[in-house]
Each structure stands twice: as C-alpha cells, then as structure tokens.
C-alpha cells in the first residue's frame, strides 16, 4: 500500500510541487490529499475483505483479528506518512521529525497502558500505533488545512499526471527490488539453505546502512526538485556532483569500517557460526557503495522528467541479476553471488552516469 502511494502521489508532489505558484500548490497538495483519502480507503476495504474471509472459516485463523486491526488503522498509519512527506517536498525536515516524535509519543503511551492492562497482543499493539499516528495526523491536518483547496475536477486531472509520471517509478522500483532480493532465491537453487542463511546475515550485517540511504533518499528528492525550480540545470548538476561525493566519502567510511570490523559485527549479531565471511561482507559492501554512487544521478533523472529512464537502467540492473547472479550462484555459491552482486552495480553505476551525462551536460553547455 505505502508503495503504490509512494509512486502515485508521494514522489510526485515531491517533484511537481516546487515549480507550482501558491495557488497552484494549494490546489495540488488538495488534490493529492483526496487521492491519500481514497486509497487509503481502497486499501482498509481491501484488508477488511481478507479479514471477512479468514473470519468465516470453519476453525477462524489466529490472524483474523491482526487484519481487522489492521483494516481500521492502515488510513491513519498512511496519512502520517503523506504528512511526512509533504513536509519534506517543502523542506522542512524539522517538522517531519516533531510529526514522528509525536506519534511516537502517543504510540508509547498507548503500548504502556497496554502493558499495564495485561492486555499486549499483536493486534492491540498495532491499535497503538494507528492512535499514535492518527493524533500526530490530525494534528498536522488542523495546523495545515489552510494550505489545501479542493476541486473533484482538479482531482481527477492531477491524477492522471501522476500516474503517467508514477508508473515508471513503479516499475523501475519493482524492477530494484526484485534485483536486489532475487538473488537469496538464486542462491537457494544451487546451494544449501545454510548457505542462503549465511547470505541473509552477510545482508543484515550491510542494512546497517540503509537507515542513511532511506533518510537520504526522502530529503535528495525533494533538494533536487527545489534546487531544479530556483538554480536551473547548473543549478542541479552542482547539487548532484555534492551529493555523490558525499555519499561516496561516508560510504566508503562504511566500507572501510566493514573491511575492519565486518567479521565481529557478524559474529556478535548473529553468533560465532556466521564467523569467516569477511570477504563476502566487503564485497556487499563495495556493492553498496556503487549504489552510493549513482544515488544523486538518479534522483537528478527523476525531477529532470525522465523516470522512464530510470525503469530502463533498473532493467539492465534485474537482467545483471539473473544473468551473473545465476552463473555466480551456479560456479562459485556464496562468492559468486556477491560478486555478482557488486560488478552488476559497478556495471549500472556506469551505464547511469554514462546517461546522465549525455541527457544533461548538452543542456547545460548550451545555457
């Protein structure tokens, strides 16, 4: 659910928005606030079915009532999230952080009180999280309505410029995911499930980083977008040049900090039997790295207009996948499976900036 509005409302208020008046914004950020509402609510259907059908069974499943509890927060939980990133596409980081401090605030208390009442289970903990979430939403809704008009015409055209724009991130995200998580199922087609398990540790050891990456990823977006609308392409090109080398300088210390440590991070996560994959972690590593690399190219394509772009490079990067990712996993297992994983990224680390420079360095030059 948090992906489909990721691509059809979030990522595109982020890009749009910057370049709208006042007006404009106020009504683009009400429309898009009826499309959170309604897909929201196609979504708490969609949940309520699942809970209807698995209520009616003749032994009623143990995660009927998680469903249900799940089909009358899920609107709240979402809102929060859009609350979140409209106020990063305005830049105000700030204001997103008060906004989580203060669901978690509520979501505490709830889950305390919970506790107290001997009543902790699935389903009441999340009941906490959608009061928690629902307060911080309603708050930033009283302090925000000013800033939303509303028209059903307007509605109806802003979403249909979203989705031309969405579906491409749809489907380049789609294609990401599957090449970063096809490759444990590749690997459990030749090896041993032992083997797959040494993977996952090898993968939990490097998501380390993926906090950085994830909050990078929200606040680039929406830097990008702004600094496109007021700076112009220089504008951008030097804002995306800062971005790799910084994402290169820290994840590199990333790096250096798994080539050093990586084997007792292992260990003490996950026990002494996950010990000896030093090498396997350094090359996840170099691999995240690579990602690291193209990170402020692809968010330059994407508020430059060009998330088509994107779907197509991501391609190549599923076809590296199951392609070197198969011939790794099939000749040389564990190794050959991260080897694969970092020459596929170096390959459309390349292939991206390769992209990237003949779409905008013409312009560019020409100004």
Known sequence: MMESQNVIIWVPYTVFSPRLTDSDRASYTGSTFLHQLATSALGALALAGVGIYLSRQPEPHELAGVIWMLAGIVPFLLLREYARRVYFAKLRPQAALVLDCLALFFQILGLLF???????????????????????????????????????KQAFSDLARNWSFGRWILGGNLALLLSWQLYPWILAGFQEAAVVGLLAACQGVIALANPFLQGSAVFMEARAAYTLTQGGWEGLRRLVLRVTAVMAAIMGMFCLVIFVLGNWLIILIYGPQYGSQG??????????????????????????????????????????????????????GLLGVAWAFLLGGLAVAAIRGLVFLKLFYPVSVNK
């Not at 009543?119 to 302090?143: D, Q, T, V």
């Not at 990602?291 to 402020?296: I, K, M, P, Q, S």
């Open 114 to 152: 919970l506790l107290h009442l001997g009543k902790m289970s699935a389903a009441h903990a999340f009941g906490a999280m959608g009061l928690g979430s629902g307060l911080a939403a309603a708050s930033w809704l009283i302090y925000t309505r000013r800033d939303m008009s509303f028209s059903g």
């Open 279 to 332: 090498l396997i972690l350094s090359l996840l590593a170099l691999g995240n790295l690579a990602w690291a690399l193209e990170f402020g190219m692809y968010y330059g394509l994407r508020v430059m207009g060009k998330p088509e772009v994107n779907f197509k490079i991501d391609l190549i990067r599923l076809l590296t996948t199951v392609t070197l990712g198969v011939w790794g996993a099939k000749s040389f």
